[in-house]
């Protein structure tokens, strides 16, 4: 099972938007709507932030976003704050009854 | 509140085995699926395995599958990872996950326990 791909790098300007892509296949993103994100900070473990491409768990702010077409998912940070500096994850359910994620983008708030 | 712990983590020999155990609590450990991911050290996260919440169904990624082996005793609310053969590409940080309801979805991760594969 490959990697999902996701850009290496993002960044952006403290209130800008940012968006970050995830493509996988059709036996995984583009087969499912289970394409879960996570955010994790340097020595810290991942934090769920999306799931089931769109939702976001109790407690994540409304400016976290995610969408699907096809086999690319997105996942959009609007207003950014220098808390949501981060490493970025995707991850998605796949016809093997396993799980995939992405090789993680850096996000920088300039 | 939900807590993971992780714990077992170590510096083994190549071929050597190691026996993780993770210890959860703050919620109904016996209703839920459980995972393990790991981390290599500054790289991405890379699923490892997931038992269903009875234990009876286990999965593996093709990197392990054979060499590793996950359980659960719920009477002691713990989560087991059993490696075997370890090769230096298994160095990484292991985290014990928890499911939601939903088999699909991973919510909680404990902290990690690094394991070291060297000679």
């Known amino acids: 099972q490959s990697a999902l791909t996701q850009p290496a790098s993002v960044s952006g300007s403290p209130g800008q938007s940012i968006t970050i892509s995830c493509t996988g296949t059709?036996?995984?993103?583009?087969?499912?709507?289970?394409v879960s994100w996570y955010q994790q900070h340097p020595g810290k473990a991942p934090k769920l932030m999306i799931y089931?491409?769109?939702n976001r768990p109790s407690g994540v702010s409304n400016r976290f976003s995610g969408s699907k077409s096809g086999n690319t998912a997105s996942l959009t940070i609007s207003g950014l704050q220098a808390e949501d500096e981060a490493d970025y994850y995707c991850?998605?359910?796949?016809?093997?009854?396993?799980?995939?994620f992405g090789g993680g983008t850096k996000l920088t708030v300039l | 509140e939900v807590q993971l712990v992780e714990s077992g983590g170590g510096l083994v020999q190549p071929g050597g085995s190691l026996r993780l155990p993770c210890a959860a609590s703050?919620?109904?450990?016996?209703?839920?699926?459980m995972s393990w991911v790991r981390q290599a050290p500054g790289k991405g996260l890379e699923w490892v395995s997931a038992?269903?919440?009875?234990?009876?169904?286990?999965y593996y990624s093709d990197s392990v599958k054979g060499r590793f082996t996950i359980s659960r005793d719920n009477s002691k609310n713990t989560l087991y990872l059993q490696m075997n053969s370890l090769r230096a590409e298994d160095t990484a940080v292991y985290y014990c996950?928890?499911?939601?309801?939903?088999?699909?979805?991973?919510?909680?991760w404990g902290q990690g326990t690094l394991v070291t594969v060297s000679s």
């Open positions: 703050g919620f109904s450990f016996s209703y839920y699926a």
């Open positions: 089931d491409v769109s």
């Open positions: 059709n036996s995984d993103v583009g087969g499912y709507n289970y």
């Open positions: 038992i269903s919440a009875s234990g009876g169904s286990t």
């Open positions: 996950a928890k499911h939601t309801n939903s088999w699909t979805v991973i919510d909680y």
């Open positions: 991850s998605s359910y796949t016809s093997s009854s396993t799980w995939v």
